[in-house]
């Protein structure tokens, strides 16, 4: 076997380098056991392992151990059978018995050098002296010892005779000891996630319910054979001399009473004749209660699990019509959270929320970069960005289903997020007049509420699916927490933005109104800066009056805020959203640009809050500013 020191210095790095090397194919299949406990430090030497030590968790140990599953379940079929027809055990079987106990016990000579665990550290011993002492003085090297001596072959050899006596039957019952290989193998094979769950416990039962019914047909046969009247007995009373005949006659006989004793209470065919077959038959009985019991257990268990989701998605509904009846909540209303309960249990397989949470952050955000960094990426918003911004984004989204019909955004909502289409179409209405509206269409990679977020206004439309869409959305705060740090990926999403309201229809801009006066502004810088630079040249000489300059000079603020023409404690509906400006650079040019956008010159300029303000240096981007 090999040894540890051609793999690494610590746990992680040696499953990690098996699974490079093609020698681990799935990391749920290695034990949890192979890792420390808590506040137990694992040195750099803790893998390197002695010469001729083998390591209980390597692969090929494991398909060692395996391939003796397969000879333990021979040897169970074999030792009850033999017990109970002694002719098979002198004839071709005990061939095969001693070829099987040749491989046990070369898996003894194995364990003294298979290192254990350390209960108390978590760390592999490697000591020989320790592993083997560990060996010998427990239980495990005596029955292992004890079930696989061949004990009548030995008589044999020293006596020169055979022995027909039961004792030998009984002593080959010890290889019943192996079995616990079997209970291992199932408790290993059902955490394994490359074999499904359902049919790893259903084969277990039918392993158990198989060799009950074996071992029951061989002991109800070995009461038979060993009756003082042969012909007193429930086979004896049937076939005749059915000692000299064929074995495999009274093994079918057996099994069949076993089988039809197991699954109904008899047919009548073969019946106990003596007191001892009466007494085996009643504890039988008593027993396959007990087994039956354990296998509808089990499979109602493994039936019900498949529908847990289901039951839960029926009582859910069943409660939300009751509470809508109950309130007299109208039918509208009511078939919107109908459908919304129907499409969370439908979607909760895709989702798996609670999944999710519980792995740690790489992982999740790796899981979001594979889903939905291509549908950010077509995004206008975000074209052009860096990967890294988008890396951030995609990291921080939330996917989300909605079923046909229902609103993801009300206007005049609090623009708290906004929201990517992967799939699916949703519609843009308004109300005006007291009627929806339809205002555009979007479909998959398009934005919604993205103008009530960067604008920090209440949502200006409704936006309402027209069928099952899945969506991706992304909180005010989270997008303005990365994006601020990142200036040039800044400049570049404010330009696609305005590319983006400038390319929108007429009736959708006229629903903000100071959209239309700000792509206005827009389109007059560039031709203010042209005429600015066409001034400049002409400035050749120092007396040149440079009051000629225009008011968007290189000097000139890069800071827009929102005007209004009222106090802060009024709320007059003309002008409750402002205007969007470029911040002057004196206060008497803000007056000077209030009194042309409002009509009347303020000669004071309070904040929200009402204080008042003195030098334009304080004041921020989206700023509100009441001019009175």
């Known amino acids: 076997m090999a040894t540890m020191a051609d793999v690494g210095s610590s746990p992680l790095p040696l499953l990690f380098r098996r699974r490079s090397s093609g020698e681990m194919q799935n990391l749920a299949t290695v034990s949890s056991s192979i890792l420390p406990a808590f506040g137990t430090v694992v040195d750099d030497g803790y893998l390197n392992l002695k010469k001729y030590v083998i390591v209980p968790y390597d692969h090929r140990y494991r398909w060692w151990q395996t391939f003796l599953v397969a000879l333990v379940l021979y040897s169970a ?18 061939v095969i018995d001693l070829v099987v106990d040749i491989f046990f016990a070369l898996d003894i000579v194995l364990t003294f050098f298979v290192a254990y665990l350390d209960k108390t550290t978590y760390l592999l011993v490697d000591d020989h002296k320790k592993i083997a002492l560990r060996y010998v003085t427990r239980a495990w090297f005596f029955m292992d010892v004890a079930s696989t001596l061949p004990f009548q072959l030995i008589f044999r050899i020293l006596a020169g005779k055979w022995h027909n006596g039961e004792i ?186 609670e999944v999710l949470q519980d792995l740690p952050k790489a992982i999740r955000s790796s899981i979001s970069q594979h889903l939905f960094r291509r549908t950010v990426e077509k995004s206008y918003l975000f074209n052009g960005v860096s ?167 290189s000097g000139a603020s890069t800071i827009r805020v929102i005007i209004h023409g009222h106090h802060p404690t009024e709320g007059k509906s003309s002008d409750r959203l402002g205007k969007l400006v470029h911040l002057p650079d004196s206060l008497e040019g803000l007056f000077t640009l209030a009194e042309k956008k409002f009509g009347k010159r303020g000669s004071t300029i309070l904040m929200a809050d009402g204080s008042e303000v003195e030098e334009l240096n304080a004041l921020r981007e989206n700023d509100h500013l009441f001019i009175v």
């Open 168 to 353: 030998f039957g009984f002593l080959n019952l010890l290889r019943l000891w192996r079995l616990w290989r079997v209970s291992e193998l199932f408790k290993r094979l059902e955490k394994d996630t490359r074999f499904s769950y359902f049919w790893t416990r259903l084969l277990k039962l039918v392993c158990v319910t198989v060799f009950a019914v074996h071992s029951a047909a061989c002991i109800y046969y070995f009461l038979a054979d060993h009756h003082k009247n042969p012909v007193k007995t429930w086979i004896g009373s049937v076939v005749e001399d059915f000692k000299h005949r064929s074995v495999w006659l009274g093994y079918t006989y057996s099994m069949y009473w076993s089988i039809v004793t197991l699954t109904t209470v008899g047919y009548g065919d073969l019946h106990a004749v003596n007191t001892g077959e009466k007494i085996f038959n009643m504890i039988y009985m008593f027993f396959n209660i007990g087994l039956t019991a354990y296998i509808i257990g089990n499979m109602t268990n493994l039936v019900v699990h498949a529908a847990v989701r289901t039951f839960a998605m029926r009582d859910a509904i069943n409660e939300l019509l009751r509470y809508a009846s109950k309130n007299r909540l109208p039918e509208g209303l009511r078939e919107q959270m109908l459908a919304h309960m129907q499409l969370k249990f439908k979607t909760a397989e895709l989702q798996q929320e």
């Open 77 to 94: 079929w074999a030792s009850v059978f033999e017990l109970a027809f002694k002719r098979a055990a002198r004839g071709g079987l005990l």
């Open 387 to 553: 990967e890294d911004l988008v890396s951030q984004l995609v990291s921080e989204m939330k996917a989300e289903y909605f079923p046909p019909k229902v609103d993801i955004i009300l206007q005049n909502e609090i623009p708290t997020d906004f929201y990517i289409l992967v799939s699916g179409a949703v519609d843009l209405l308004t109300y005006k007049n007291g009627t929806e509206q339809f205002l555009s269409k979007l479909g998959a990679a398009d934005m919604a509420g993205e103008i009530g977020v960067i604008f920090n206004i209440p949502q200006p439309f409704i936006v309402r699916t027209k069928r099952l869409s899945q969506v991706i959305r992304i909180s005010h705060h989270h997008f303005k927490q990365m994006v601020q740090p990142q200036s040039e990926d800044g400049k570049i999403i404010i330009a696609n933005f305005m590319k983006y309201l400038k390319g929108l229809k007429e009736d959708i801009l006229q629903e903000i109104p100071f959209l239309t006066e700000l792509l206005e502004e827009q389109n007059q810088q560039p031709l203010e800066q042209n005429e600015e630079q066409q001034n400049r040249e002409t400035l050749d000489s120092p007396d040149t009056n440079p009051e000629g300059r225009t008011d968007t000079s």
